[in-house]
């Protein structure tokens, strides 16, 4: 209740009238509205914003019957079954860092020329151990596909098998690749309109660049869920003993990953005297800071922190995130900068567990996550065309 | 990991009756977990049975249970078990292909690289709906110097068992499938 009430008292009289035009004349949505969502969503009531407030693209959220717990949602979120999305990808390595020659692989959804151009891009960036073939990732394609956006589903350095691609490991801080790879699509293309999207690290990966940005075009707005924008927090909070189950499917990965890297890139990797890598800390503490340029892992989570930059983030930005998620953890002075911040629409469910949000909605709204962050990003960038 | 097989059938041993008063069918509503409370007071028990009962999964699940073994002072240990059946059949049709199965099972296990734990997969009569045959028992523990390393344990433990999983059931033999 205090922490209620504390958050109505900061979005009080912080809501702005007007946010910057980057869209023209023909942007639909022109109302920065800070929403802190409570239990009471489920009565379809939205607290701690003035009566009448609650945006259009925001649908109430109501945990599906039996997953009212933080841990049953995000790992039944993981099993649930779901029609995949069939349509092709393009496939296509991006350069991200000339310097040691890294890439990425993209795969991307176009629409037809000459329309291509104009449509809105967004750019995904699935979390830590996913890819582009990410359930969340795959699912919020398909719906901007439909929706008539072109689509770039980005995996990080290493990952969905492209260890070959990179000498370097990959971490939180790497927003600059995300850069590269819009700046890249937007040289080819001709793009005038970029949204990006990430999941948990990649939503702190979009958050940093778009505080690293400010204004920069393409750039027209970015939407987040679960965004792991406290770095340090959230990892201890994964070494709590409740939440040893995600820790260990991390570290099994990124242990692995790094016993690879070090096969194929034997002279710039040693896995001998490493230790016991007991905790993500661990991992980032004696991997992750060691070979990646940090001093230890306090450096790392501080540098790489989205929160840092979160003030200068200048276009609208959506940043959905639950009470109840296992171990991400906004902090209360980070909560505050969100706030402060009139570009930013912050919503707090009391429930959702990380990036599941599956919702008692039936249809697409199962999703409800997926769902409000493609109407987020049609509201706020005035995209229409496969509605 | 330290893994076994035996078979346990006749003489008033147990018999795996899956559609129980409250089996649960995890492949078709996943969702349901919730409503499983042993599971839900775990949640790396809840994604053992939904990894078991996943899509590409060569078995089905059709009870478990969790619970805190007695252990000596300075110790703690925590177990729990689940009835697993093969999808194709409902039930293995001969004891000797839940054998192959178990033999298989248990060579992964053992390769799923060192813990503080043990699996023991014990074959029984099983029956599901109409359908008699065999099925299997997993019993899975793990150890620690206190409850929160025990729940460590058996967490990875849970994983790898769900990972060194055959990925495919023995085939019957000719005489069963002449039955």
């Not at chain 1, 230890?296 to 009470?323: G, N, S």
């Amino acid at each position: 209740m205090a922490e209620r009430l504390s958050v109505a008292q900061d979005v009080e009289g912080s809501i702005p009238s007007s946010r910057p035009n980057l869209h023209g004349p023909q942007q639909l949505y022109s109302r920065a509205c800070r929403v802190s969502v409570t239990s009471q969503i489920s009565e379809n009531t939205i607290l701690d914003t003035p009566a009448g407030a609650k945006p259009a693209w925001l649908n109430s959220f109501v945990p599906q019957r039996g997953l009212g717990s933080g841990h049953l949602q995000t790992i039944v979120g993981n099993f649930l079954p779901r029609p995949p999305f069939r349509h092709s990808a393009v496939a296509e390595t991006v350069l991200v860092d000339p310097a040691d020659g890294s890439s990425v692989l993209c795969h991307s959804h176009w629409q037809p020329e000459p329309q291509r151009a104009g449509r809105l891009t967004v750019v995904q960036v699935h979390g830590l151990e996913g890819s582009s073939d990410s359930r969340y990732i795959q699912g919020i394609a398909a719906r901007l596909w439909a929706a008539g956006c072109n689509v770039v589903c980005m995996n990080m350095r290493n990952c969905n098998d492209t260890d070959a691609l990179t000498p370097t490991l990959y971490h939180s801080g790497l927003s600059g690749d995300v850069g590269a790879v819009v700046d890249h699509f937007t040289a080819r293309f001709g793009l005038r309109r970029v949204a990006l999207v990430g999941y948990s690290m990649g939503g702190n990966l979009v958050l940093k660049l778009a505080g690293e940005w400010g204004q920069r075009a393409p750039l027209v707005a970015v939407a987040t869920v679960c965004p792991a924008v406290d770095l340090a927090p959230g990892s201890d909070a994964l070494h709590e003993t409740a939440n040893r189950l995600y820790e260990w499917r991390f570290l099994r990965g990124l242990m692995r990953r790094f016993r690879r890297k070090a096969e194929l890139f034997p002279n710039r990797y040693q896995t001998e005297g490493v230790g016991p890598i007991r905790s993500l800390r661990d991992f980032d503490d004696k991997i992750v800071a060691r070979y990646c340029g940090f001093r230890d892992a306090d450096d790392y989570y501080y540098r790489a922190a989205a929160a840092r930059v979160v003030d200068q983030i200048a276009v609208p930005t959506l940043i959905l995130c639950a009470k109840d998620d296992p171990f991400i953890r906004l902090q209360p002075n980070t909560r505050a900068r969100l706030i402060a911040n009139p570009n930013i629409d912050l919503v707090e469910t009391q429930h959702g567990g990380h990036c599941a949000y599956l919702s008692r909605d039936p249809g697409n709204e199962t999703h409800w996550a997926e769902a409000t962050v493609v109407r987020y990003l049609m509201a706020v960038t005035g995209e229409r065309h496969g509605c | 990991m330290d893994a076994d097989w035996e078979v346990e059938i006749g003489g008033g041993a147990p018999v795996i009756e899956a559609n129980w008063q409250g089996f649960i069918d995890l492949r078709a509503n996943p969702e349901r977990v919730g409503e499983i409370c042993e599971a839900a007071s775990f949640p790396p028990l809840t994604a053992l049975l939904l990894g078991l009962n996943g899509a590409h999964s060569p078995v089905w699940t059709a009870k478990c249970d969790l619970w805190e073994p007695e252990e000596a002072a300075g110790s703690s240990s925590l177990a729990c078990y689940v009835d697993l059946l093969p999808v194709e059949g409902m039930v293995f049709a001969e004891w000797q292909q839940a054998e192959e199965f178990c033999r298989d099972f248990v060579k992964r296990l053992a390769q799923a690289g060192p813990s503080d734990c043990s699996v023991e997969l014990v074959i029984r009569q099983a029956i599901a709906g109409a359908t008699e045959g065999f099925a299997i028992t997993a019993y899975i523990s793990a150890a620690g110097t206190d409850r929160a390393a025990a729940a460590t344990a058996l967490t990875a433990a849970l994983a790898d068992f769900v990972d060194a999983l055959p990925p495919s059931m023995p085939p019957r033999t000719a005489a069963s499938k002449l039955q």
